[in-house]
């Protein structure tokens, strides 16, 4: 599960590398690896950034550098999740989600384990961030942020009728409205 469950960490560090005070950073423009060299080696200003980061949005400054870790020593398999989402292949991101997801239950919860903690909270921080509801391989409802980035790709790749229907879902204004045309339609497709 653990092998599993690093494919999400990517999606973390890309959120935490679109804040204004990463990018901002002289580490902005290292690579993963020599960020975690970094850390090891202990440099102070980056361990502030991280502390800053973590305060200011919350996370945990030992679950960041985990995350650091694990993203470092990443091998090929550990991307699968951001190529599926890139190629926009939304069935088979989804079965692996609903899977993980189903899984979760039988990982032992042991606070004192940061890597196991990291990979859970790597997991649900996009499995909420991308689905609101995910319910069997085939009954899901995608979250507004998905819908949204999905139009704005789609359109890129000249699709306008798969854009103007996941924008559409993303701007419904009913939350059952959005829930039952957007799970509907995806269904019958």
């Not at 879902?169 to 269904?187: D, R, V």
Request: with cysteine; glycine share 2%.
């Amino acid at each position: 599960m653990e092998e599993r469950l690093t494919a999400y960490v990517p999606y973390c560090l890309g959120k935490i590398k679109k804040l204004p005070e990463w990018r901002k950073s002289p580490f902005a423009r290292m690579s993963w690896e020599e960020v975690n060299s970094a850390i090891i080696s202990s440099n102070q200003e980056l361990l502030y950034l991280i502390a800053d980061i973590a305060k200011t949005y919350k996370y945990d400054s030992t679950i960041i550098t985990r995350w650091l870790g694990l993203r470092a020593s990443a091998v090929t398999k550990d991307f699968y999740i951001a190529r599926t989402v890139q190629d926009l292949k939304m069935h088979k991101l989804t079965r692996r989600v609903w899977r993980d997801q189903n899984h979760m239950d039988f990982i032992p919860k042991d606070d004192s384990d940061l890597t196991t903690k990291a990979l859970c909270l790597a997991f649900w921080t996009f499995r909420s961030d991308w689905f609101r509801t995910i319910q069997s391989e085939s009954q899901f409802s995608l979250s507004k942020m998905a819908q949204q980035w999905l139009g704005q790709q789609e359109l890129r790749r000249g699709d306008t009728e798969m854009a103007n229907y996941y924008l559409r879902c993303a701007s419904a204004s009913s939350e059952e409205e959005y829930l039952s045309e957007c799970e509907s339609e995806e269904l019958s497709k």
